[in-house]
């Protein structure tokens, strides 16, 4: 009789499905996941909607000052149209999944690990003839795909709003956009479901597990990303250093080259964070920073290959460390 | 003698000490304390830098024979270099004040002790006013160390020169600061009281403090999320419009983080003129109203929390 034979494990290959089905049964069947979901859904409404009514205001103001310059019979040109790309509405959207997105991936991490330390029920599913990794993986897929599928609920409630109400509708080329944009904000926040449910699967009280990837969050969403941005001397006058000192764009860039070791120590605060990498990932796909608007997504793509690169890895260094760290015994129940 | 072994002080001092050995609210209030020492780094780096390009700027301008506009650093205020620790109040500090209002019932709740507690000749309102008062003395006590390392870099860099009605202005901030804390510490005190799970009872306040932080600032002031934690960024206008002026008469007074950095920035001297918060309440009277209602939230749900069993659902 062969080694694969005597291997029950090996005659079933389906742990891993049954588990993430019955995780994902049982997180639908609380009202958990749609109460978290409603809650980043109305908090990326909140922002396409506020968005949308300063630039109909902006808008408007342009109009109102154009009027007044043809009246008086001078060019218009002398003022600037504000410009209307309307992926760029998404920008409020994408902060909240940066942020909220991230705190409900560690909820959703927390209580994936945590649930079967309170019912106790962790060692009797390891008495089931499976290995450690397959429940590991079971779980951390059932997590991510709850986050793919409250994302893609969320963005493509967005999308359709975005469509009706920007008065030029969306062409295939921007949902392939916000398509890649929903792909890397499941990868970005399945880092967050993963530190999350490492810790509660493997610290004595998940209770503290949540408050210490709570404290991880603050630290990579919140403060590094805030002291990057602090650093950068033109957030620190109102309005603008360079623009209360009357100093045009090449000038800047000239003058900023003597401060070329502070941008790098800044940038590299930044850019310890993979919420920055997402952020500026997504801002360039979805042509919210300016100098990415207009331009084809293949070379954007290139170009933000290292951010995609990093939230990727990221993402993956985290689920192989779940699947490695053996589960202990003394952990498998509710400390 | 008498006095400190009053069933109140009883309580204070036993749930302070208890909640300090918890290692999560060690390491929030270590995060908090190590959070503040940067804000303080922080101001002076950023300001220090602003003068640096503004001396190079003026150099390139004078060759280029323009004129030459006045240092922006200049009329920044010395307090202003304090300004990150009000965006490092309204995330970590105010994480922290609910953590620390969570465990100071959550312990007891965990450890099933109400009903040894309640066994006790305490007066009615004894174990309200002990966990009050053990809340004030913790959340007091994080804003002193933050006092504290602002008075410190005041006193050690040499070109800053703080003026007594600085001095006063700072204490206010310090006050303020408290306030803050205190509204957070105490809904963190009235969940963990009131809600059936220990989750709950923790993630009831967090989802306020992210509705707060970064959900009302949107609605009153068009603020996204990433602009509301830069303490220059959160002071924009919001745009001329009926629907932000209207979200400002109806959601400014819930607005707290908005009234604690309105109040911040005009106490350390770094509100632009003619910007004022968007609620019609002032930032400082709307604090204080904002923590006489957690107190009272908070007041009302120990009081009749029951002490025959108060032990959580998982």
Redesign the interface.
């Known amino acids: 009789m062969s080694d694969a034979a005597l291997n029950p494990v090996r005659l079933n290959p389906t742990p891993v499905r049954t588990i993430a089905a019955k995780d994902i049964r049982d997180a639908l069947r609380d009202r958990f996941i749609l109460i978290v979901t409603a809650?980043l859904g109305?908090?990326a409404l909140?922002?396409l909607v506020?968005?949308a009514?300063?630039l109909?205001?902006?808008v408007a103001t342009y109009e109102a000052a154009k009027a007044s310059l043809l009246a008086l019979g001078k060019s218009a040109d002398a003022i600037k149209a504000p410009e209307f790309y309307p992926l760029r509405l998404l920008?409020?959207a994408i902060?909240?999944i940066?942020?909220?997105g991230a705190?409900i991936a560690i909820?959703i991490g927390?209580r994936s690990a945590?649930s079967e330390r309170?019912?106790q029920t962790l060692a009797l599913m390891l008495t089931r003839p499976m290995r450690q990794w397959q429940f590991v993986a079971g779980k951390a897929l059932a997590g991510i795909g709850l986050l793919a599928g409250g994302l893609a609920l969320v963005l493509g409630g967005l999308t359709l709003l975005l469509h009706l109400l920007s008065g030029i509708g969306l062409g295939m080329d921007d949902l392939l956009r916000i398509a890649v944009v929903w792909g890397v904000a499941v990868a970005y926040t399945a880092c967050f479901f993963l530190v999350s449910f490492i810790l509660s699967l493997h610290m004595k009280q998940p209770?503290?597990a949540?408050?210490?990837a709570?404290?991880i969050w603050?630290?990579l969403v919140?403060?590094a990303?805030?002291?990057g941005?602090?650093?950068d001397?033109d957030?620190?006058?109102?309005g603008g250093?360079?623009k209360?000192?009357?100093?045009a764009k090449p000038?800047q860039i000239?003058?900023?080259k003597?401060?070329a070791t502070?941008e790098t120590v800044r940038g590299g605060i930044e850019q310890a964070s993979v919420t920055k990498q997402f952020?500026r990932f997504t801002f360039a796909v979805l042509g919210i920073k300016a100098t990415y608007a207009g331009m084809p997504l293949g070379p954007i793509l290139i170009e933000m290959l290292g951010n995609l690169i990093w939230i990727f890895l990221t993402a993956l260094g985290l689920g192989a460390l779940a699947l490695a760290l053996p589960l202990n015994p003394d952990r498998l129940a509710?400390a | 003698m008498e006095g400190v072994s009053s069933p109140n002080w009883l309580i204070a001092g036993q749930s302070a000490r208890f909640v300090l050995r918890e290692r999560t609210v060690s390491l929030l209030s270590l995060l908090f304390v190590v959070l503040v020492l940067i804000s303080a780094w922080l101001g002076w780096s950023a300001t220090s830098t602003v003068n640096r390009i503004y001396l190079d700027a003026a150099a390139f301008l004078q060759a280029a024979g323009q004129q030459v506009p006045t240092n922006p650093v200049l009329d920044i205020s010395p307090l202003s270099l304090m300004r990150n620790m009000s965006v490092y109040v309204a995330l970590i500090g105010a994480l922290s004040a609910i953590v620390i209002g969570n465990r100071l019932i959550g312990l007891d709740r965990k450890a099933g002790v109400l009903p040894l507690i309640g066994i006790r000749p305490l007066g009615s309102n004894a174990y309200a006013v002990g966990k009050i008062a053990a809340l004030t003395g913790l959340i007091v006590g994080l804003a002193a160390v933050a006092a504290l390392v602002a008075v410190a870099t005041f006193l050690v860099l040499p070109a800053v020169t703080i003026t007594a009605a600085q001095w006063v202005q700072l204490a206010g901030f310090m006050a303020v600061t408290t306030l803050y804390m205190g509204i957070f510490g105490l809904i963190g005190l009235a969940a963990g009281a009131g809600a059936r799970s220990e989750t709950v009872g923790l993630l009831l306040p967090v989802t306020l403090w992210l509705t707060l932080t970064f959900i009302l600032p949107q609605l009153t002031a068009n603020l996204n999320p990433t602009a509301a934690i830069n303490p220059i960024s959160a002071l924009a206008t919001p745009p001329d419009t009926s629907f932000f002026h209207w979200a400002a008469i109806v959601l400014g007074p819930f607005s707290l983080t908005d009234a604690y950095k309105f109040a911040s920035a005009g106490l350390l001297d770094y509100l632009p003129q003619g910007v004022t918060s968007p609620s019609f309440i002032p930032p400082v009277i709307n604090l204080v109203l904002a923590t006489g209602v957690a107190g009272a939230i908070a007041w009302r749900t120990l009081t009749r929390l029951s002490m025959t069993q108060g032990e959580y659902n998982v």
């Open positions: 809650f109305i908090a909140v922002a506020t968005g009514i300063a109909r205001s902006d920008r409020g902060e909240q940066e942020i909220i705190a909820l927390y945590a309170g019912r209770s503290h949540l408050l210490l709570f404290a603050l630290t919140l403060i990303p805030q002291i941005d602090t650093l001397p957030n620190q006058v109102a250093v360079f209360q000192l009357n100093i000038d000239q003058i900023m003597g401060f502070f952020e509710k």
